[in-house]
């Protein structure tokens, strides 16, 4: 199979020509300073991250998946040693809030990122993606306190975050959910219950994750107007930021075995009387989550057209390569005992239109982006 490119001249093309995205950052006061070399350098050095680092564990990743044992998930060969350089990179705080330590940069940029790492490795980018919308979530939403204690090292990459939604009897209606949250004397709450299908809800490639969940007091309203949000570590973490060493009362049951992105953990996560922390307004928690919910549908987008792009790239190899019969206007190797299935009209305007239609993908990815980067930097709030 040939190995992943990273659409980097493409990239570069519609940030520069079509979107004329350094026009629209430079009218952004709040932004930091962003140019066109900055932003083809940060372009290019993801690119050679997916391109190098990332692809080159995908297979292997999928193969080998994630393992479980007694309440322990241990990632796929590589994986530990990849994460640490992409947090070490900086780049799980790219878009953070500069004030906690993030880097403060477009979702435009981090979005087309997001696209090579799926294109590259969906596993492995689904473990970063959940940090950043636990950390949007959590910037929007949490008090001062909560948001000094946890976003730098979020940001650092020192600590994952995940969302935890689903119960086994609650899906879409998450008004059913059973999980409760009793207020302690010191202003945290104990929760329990359990939840399914949480992204890298138990994994070995940082020392701490901090699990966003949904939950209802005993008293709270039926229905969704009754759901809270809270921050529930894996780790205790004290008043300095620093893990306590004591862990907290959230375990892994399980995790599900899949048809695909096998090196991802979907973990079942049992919370036992979980010291956790209100994140926003009581009873409005699921408004709050909403901010990662939509944070991950623009990611699952982008998911898509990563490996729309992926499982083109590997197709257009295949017709250079494969010789079948002969091209209608003769042959175009003589020497040779067919030609390649890229001179057949009907070939090449399958693989045009599958690029053409990734190449809108991203463009509408792009545009989306630009729009919660004018929601989130424009000086004037109404606009």
Known sequence: MPAYRAPIQDIGFLLNNVFDADSLFSSMPGTVEVTTDLTSAIVEEAGKIAEGLLAPINRSGDQQSCQYNDGVVTTPDGFKEAYKAYAEGGWAGLTGEITYGGQGMPKTLSALIEEMSFAANSSFALFTILTTGATLTLSHHGSDELKLRYLPKMYEGIWTGTMCLTEPHAGTDLGM???????????????????????????????????????????????????????????????NSELTGERNGVRCGSIEHKMGIKASPTCVMNFDEATGYLVGELNNGLSHMFTMMNYERLSMGLQANGLADSAYQVAAAYAKDRVQGR?????????????????????????????????????????????????????????
Do not use: C, W
């Open 177 to 239: 959910i059973k999980t409760r949250a009793v207020p302690n004397a010191d202003g945290s709450y104990s929760l329990s219950g359990t939840k399914i299908f949480i992204t890298a809800g138990e994994h070995d490639l940082a020392e701490n994750i901090v699990h966003l969940v949904l939950a209802k007091l005993p008293d709270a309203p039926a229905g969704p107007r009754g759901i809270s949000l809270f921050l529930v570590p894996k780790m205790l973490v004290d008043e």
């Open 327 to 383: 091209a209608p206007s003769g042959p175009q190797q003589p020497e040779a005992s067919a030609d390649p299935l890229l001179v057949h009209p009907d070939v090449r305007r399958l693989l045009l239109t599958i690029r053409a239609n990734i190449l809108a993908g991203r463009s509408l990815s792009i545009f989306a982006a630009m729009q919660l980067d004018i929601s989130r930097f424009h000086p004037d709030g109404a606009a």
